[in-house]
C-alpha cells in the first residue's frame, strides 16, 4: 500500500509528465494493435494472390508476341495456335505438373464483337481462379464466365452467335486487358456453339 500511495503522490505532483506518459503507452499500444492488424490483412493478401497465380511456364507458337508477366498470371489471348495433339505431349514433360490448354475466337455477343476464351474446366488453373459469384456447379455447355470489364450479370442470359448463353459467373477484375475485355467458355460450349455460328 505505501508503494501505491507513494505513485499516486509522484503522479498527482507531476501531472504532465503521467500524462505524457500515459499518451506514450497508448500510442504504444495503438502502433502494435495496427500492426498486428495490417501484418494479418498483407498475409491474407498474399495468400489471396498466391492461390490465383498461374503458369511457371507458357508455351507459345514461334511467332507470338505476348506480355509474359501477364501471360504468366492470367494468361494472355493471341491469335497464333498450336495444335492439340501437343498439349499431352507438355503434360507428358517431367516436371510439368498441369497443362491447360486455351483457344481464342471472335465472336458475337448481343451484336457487338468480343472474345470468346475456351477452357477445359477440369484441367483449368487460370481463369476459375478468378471467378466471383458463380452459379452452384461446374459450368454448363450453354453457360461462360464474363471477364472482369464486360456486359452481363451472373444469371443473366446472352445472345452468342444467335444462341442463348447464361452467365455462370464473372471473373474479378485481373487487370490484364485481354482477359478483362473477353468472355469464357468450355470446349464443349464452344462445341455447342458450333463452328458455322462463329465470326
Given at each position: ?66 506480355n509474359l508477366t501477364a501471360s504468366l ?83 443473366e442470359t446472352l445472345t452468342v452467335c ?38
Open positions: 500500500m505505501l508503494l501505491i500511495r507513494l505513485a499516486a503522490q509522484n503522479l498527482g505532483r507531476r501531472r504532465l509528465r503521467a500524462l505524457l506518459l500515459g499518451l506514450s503507452v497508448a500510442l504504444a499500444v495503438g502502433v502494435g494493435v495496427a500492426g498486428l492488424i495490417a501484418g494479418r490483412a498483407l498475409g491474407e493478401s498474399i495468400a489471396d494472390s498466391f492461390s490465383r497465380m498461374g503458369a511457371d511456364l507458357v508455351v507459345v507458337p514461334h511467332r507470338t508476341l505476348v498470371l492470367t494468361v494472355q489471348p493471341t491469335d497464333e495456335t498450336l495444335d492439340a495433339a501437343v498439349v499431352p505431349l507438355l503434360a507428358a514433360i517431367e516436371g510439368v505438373a498441369r497443362a491447360a490448354p486455351q483457344r481464342l475466337v471472335r465472336v458475337m455477343v448481343e451484336g457487338r464483337g468480343f472474345n470468346l476464351i475456351a477452357f477445359d474446366p477440369a484441367a483449368d488453373f487460370t481463369v476459375q481462379t478468378w471467378a466471383r459469384e458463380p452459379r452452384p456447379g461446374p459450368i454448363g455447355v450453354n453457360e461462360l464466365l464474363a471477364g472482369g470489364r464486360v456486359p452481363g450479370k451472373t444469371g444467335r444462341r442463348p448463353m447464361a452467365i455462370h459467373g464473372r471473373l474479378a477484375r485481373t487487370g490484364v486487358g485481354p482477359v478483362d475485355d473477353s468472355y469464357f467458355i468450355s470446349f464443349a460450349g464452344l462445341d455447342f456453339l458450333s463452328p458455322v455460328s462463329l465470326v
